[in-house]
């Protein structure tokens, strides 16, 4: 006969019950009117990140310091988003699903995050189901995608966008050299998992870690403090 639970058991039960369905009420409606004003709340503009990156590739060509250099004295030259681009070059190592590259975060925030993500060596992974739609601008080299059922490979050369929408998934790779503007925009903080899920199961990088958590911490704070959600 399996043991039965003491009242006391059954009242802390109960009690945690409760909470979680006093905050499922509480937050659920906030988080649906936040979803449906979303817009409302980026800064970035998807067709000027689009022209920017290509100015910045017609200048530079393959030099990708100065394609990326370009692009952050173009984007922080903007009144209306000086106060939110990150001037400080750090660049940290990212590891997320099997795929190693490195990253310069230029903006973060709950809504929204800028970076330039690459690497000098190539590499491939899986790109992770995220809850915000990812725009990869090609600067230097070329992406390569996979989704089930296709025979052929979806190729992003220098100047092109890879769209992954919110919810989608796919196969990715970067077969050399391949540096790109990436931009997100929806919710961010769950993408996190996704982001630090290799490193603590698998690499085990921890200064890296909190080094990426230090970096992005301070951009999201940051500027949560100056109203941008």
């Known amino acids: 006969m399996a043991p039965k639970s003491s009242p006391k058991q059954s009242s802390g039960?109960?009690?945690?019950?409760?909470?979680?369905?006093?905050?499922?009420?509480?937050?659920?409606?906030?988080?649906?009117?936040?979803?449906?004003?979303?817009?409302?709340?980026?800064?970035?503009?998807?067709?000027?990140?689009?022209?920017?990156?290509?100015?910045?590739?017609?200048?530079?060509?393959?030099?990708?310091?100065?394609?990326?250099?370009?692009?952050?004295?173009?984007?922080?030259?903007?009144?209306?988003?000086?106060?939110?681009?990150?001037?400080?070059?750090?660049?940290?190592?990212?590891?997320?699903?099997?795929?190693?590259?490195?990253?310069?975060?230029?903006?973060?925030?709950?809504?929204?995050?800028?970076?330039?993500?690459?690497?000098?060596?190539?590499?491939?992974?899986?790109?992770?189901?995220?809850?915000?739609?990812?725009?990869?601008?090609?600067?230097?080299?070329?992406?390569?995608?996979?989704v089930p059922g296709e025979y052929e490979p979806e190729i992003y050369p220098p100047g092109s966008v890879h769209h992954l929408r919110r919810g989608d998934v796919k196969q990715y790779r970067m077969p050399e050299s391949c540096f790109a503007l990436e931009y997100a925009r929806g919710w961010i903080p769950p993408m996190l998992f996704f982001g630090f899920a290799d490193g603590l199961t698998s690499t085990l990088d921890f200064p890296t870690l909190w080094r990426t958590t230090w970096l992005t911490g301070k951009q999201m704070l940051g500027n949560l403090a100056k109203g941008k959600l």
């Open 13 to 146: 039960m109960g009690g945690w019950l409760k909470l979680i369905a006093i905050l499922l009420g509480v937050f659920t409606p906030i988080v649906y009117l936040l979803e449906q004003n979303l817009e409302s709340f980026y800064v970035f503009d998807l067709d000027q990140l689009k022209e920017v990156s290509q100015r910045g590739i017609d200048l530079h060509g393959n030099n990708t310091r100065a394609i990326v250099k370009y692009i952050v004295d173009e984007l922080s030259g903007q009144p209306s988003l000086s106060s939110y681009v990150n001037l400080d070059e750090q660049w940290v190592f990212n590891n997320a699903g099997g795929a190693m590259g490195a990253m310069y975060i230029i903006h973060a925030s709950i809504t929204e995050y800028l970076i330039i993500f690459g690497t000098a060596v190539g590499t491939e992974g899986h790109t992770g189901r995220h809850t915000a739609d990812d725009y990869f601008h090609i600067l230097t080299g070329e992406q390569h995608a996979y």
